[in-house]
């Protein structure tokens, strides 16, 4: 039996791929838990149209990843923190500090997406940050702590 997934289903496939399953598994366990739906040419001329309009809307969105990542190699934020006299700061940087400051420049970034060599920087000076706008796409930024 040919089954189109309509989920993840493990050891199997991802979502919108055309499997065969065994006519028992298909029948009374993915078609009646909502996991699959039978493949009859209508259901297939449907996966075909989805599958092109996926690919249509993850080419726009690969191209906005790709242009927000040129627009952050000229960029250099800085971060104000409070320090003491041999340059240590009181706390740390951490992504999210980072991504409020992505966030005032008009981008939104998640603080999950944001990948420090360290996880709290805790001293005044240059560093780098690498920032993940898509599952492809990743962009390093620069960024600077400053004494407040």
């Known amino acids: 039996m040919e089954v189109i997934l309509l989920k993840d289903v493990q050891h199997l496939g991802s ?20 996991m699959a739906v039978l493949a009859t040419p209508g259901n297939k001329k449907m996966l075909l149209e989805t599958r092109r309009q996926r690919a249509f809307k993850e080419e726009k969105i ?7 990542a040129n627009w952050f190699k000229d960029k250099v ?8 006299e041999n340059g240590k700061i009181y706390g740390s940087v951490t992504p999210l ?4 400051a992505i966030r005032k420049l008009g981008v939104d970034i998640d603080r999950k997406n944001i990948i420090m060599d360290d996880d709290h ?3 005044l000076g ?8 898509h599952k ?13």
């Open 126 to 133: 240059a560093y780098t940050a690498k920032v993940k706008l």
């Open 97 to 100: 500090q980072l991504a409020d």
């Open 62 to 68: 690969m191209k906005e990843a790709e242009s927000s």
């Open 15 to 34: 979502k919108d791929d055309l499997v065969t399953v065994r006519n028992g598994y298909g029948a009374n366990y993915l078609i009646p838990n909502g």
């Open 136 to 148: 492809n796409v990743t962009a390093d930024i620069q960024f600077e702590v400053v004494e407040e």
């Open 121 to 123: 920087v805790k001293s």
């Open 77 to 84: 934020l800085k971060i104000g923190a409070k320090a003491g």
